[in-house]
């Protein structure tokens, strides 16, 4: 299958948000990635609901939202309601994954899992098959424009082997550090999903390098 792009709009202008997602809008990206980041479990805060809600209907872009918040399983039903399609909570915030898994996908949303970057990817192995979408965080999650940690290859390359010898359809989605220098490598391991923050928004033109990213790996 052919891989999918999902701009993080961490990198956009947030005063001029509308602008932003109708370039997304009219561009090749797949996904939109939406960080939500609560001040406790990572250094730093974003933003929630009201923007969610107010980003949703410029687009009818999958909204691909990353919960980076303590006790995820308070809010899945809340960021449904806010237009949510696939909801992501991390793996160290939650003590009932599997659970929680469940709860996301009663709301109808795709369930995803993130990994931090020192969480081994088999630790997911009892319950990959209840997971649409495994995050791994290949920067330390909080900030965007950080530096790519290249051990993250070896991670995607050890789950896509548990997920095809499984014959599963999860997806495997890197978030952090991923532009053009990097993309070929981690199509090669495996990934089918790629988060790009600076990438696309600090580039000259962001929806050419959306095609860019797109278009990598094909001859
Ligand atoms: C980091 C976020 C990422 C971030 C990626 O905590 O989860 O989605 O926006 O930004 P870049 O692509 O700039 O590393
Ligand atoms: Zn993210």
């Given at each position: 299958?052919?891989?999918?792009?999902?701009?993080?709009?961490?990198?956009?202008?947030?005063?001029?948000?509308?602008?932003?997602?109708?370039?997304?809008?009219?561009?090749?990206?797949?996904?939109?990635?939406?960080?939500?980041?609560?001040?406790?479990?990572?250094?730093?805060?974003?933003?929630?609901?009201?923007?969610?809600?107010?980003?949703?209907?410029?687009?009818?872009?999958?909204?691909?939202?990353?919960?980076?918040?303590?006790?995820?399983?308070?809010?899945?039903?809340?960021?449904?309601?806010?237009?949510?399609?696939?909801?992501?909570?991390?793996?160290?915030?939650?003590?009932?994954?599997?659970?929680?898994?469940?709860?996301?996908?009663?709301?109808?949303?795709?369930?995803?899992?993130?990994?931090?970057p020192?969480?081994?990817?088999?630790?997911?192995?009892?319950?990959?098959?209840?997971?649409?979408?495994?995050?791994l965080m290949s920067v330390?999650?909080?900030?965007?424009?950080?530096?790519f940690i290249y051990?993250t290859l070896?991670k995607?390359?050890?789950?896509?082997?548990?997920?095809?010898?499984?014959?599963?359809?999860?997806?495997?989605?890197i978030d952090g550090g991923v532009?053009?220098?990097n993309?070929?490598?981690l199509?090669?391991?495996?990934?089918?999903?790629?988060?790009?923050?600076?990438?696309?928004?600090?580039?000259?033109?962001?929806?050419?390098?959306?095609?860019?990213?797109?278009?990598?790996?094909?001859?």
């Amino acid at each position: 299958m052919k891989h999918l792009i999902a701009p993080s709009i961490l990198a956009a202008d947030f005063a001029n948000m509308g602008r932003d997602i109708q370039m997304l809008h009219e561009s090749n990206a797949d996904w939109v990635h939406v960080d939500v980041m609560d001040g406790r479990f990572v250094p730093n805060i974003s933003f929630g609901f009201p923007v969610l809600k107010a980003i949703k209907p410029l687009t009818d872009k999958v909204m691909d939202c990353h919960l980076m918040i303590v006790e995820p399983e308070k809010y899945v039903e809340a960021f449904a309601a806010a237009g949510a399609d696939i909801i992501t909570i991390h793996y160290e915030a939650t003590n009932h994954l599997h659970r929680a898994m469940q709860q996301i996908k009663a709301t109808g949303a795709k369930a995803g899992v993130a990994l931090n970057p020192h969480t081994r990817v088999d630790l997911l192995f009892d319950i990959l098959e209840e997971i649409d979408l495994v995050c791994l965080m290949s920067v330390n999650p909080g900030f965007g424009g950080q530096k790519f940690i290249y051990s993250t290859l070896q991670k995607v390359r050890d789950l896509k082997a548990e997920i095809e010898r499984r014959n599963l359809t999860t997806k495997i989605e890197i978030d952090g550090g991923v532009g053009l220098q990097n993309a070929e490598v981690l199509l090669q391991a495996g990934a089918d999903v790629l988060v790009a923050g600076s990438a696309v928004f600090k580039a000259d033109n962001p929806k050419d390098m959306i095609d860019k990213l797109k278009q990598v790996g094909a001859e």
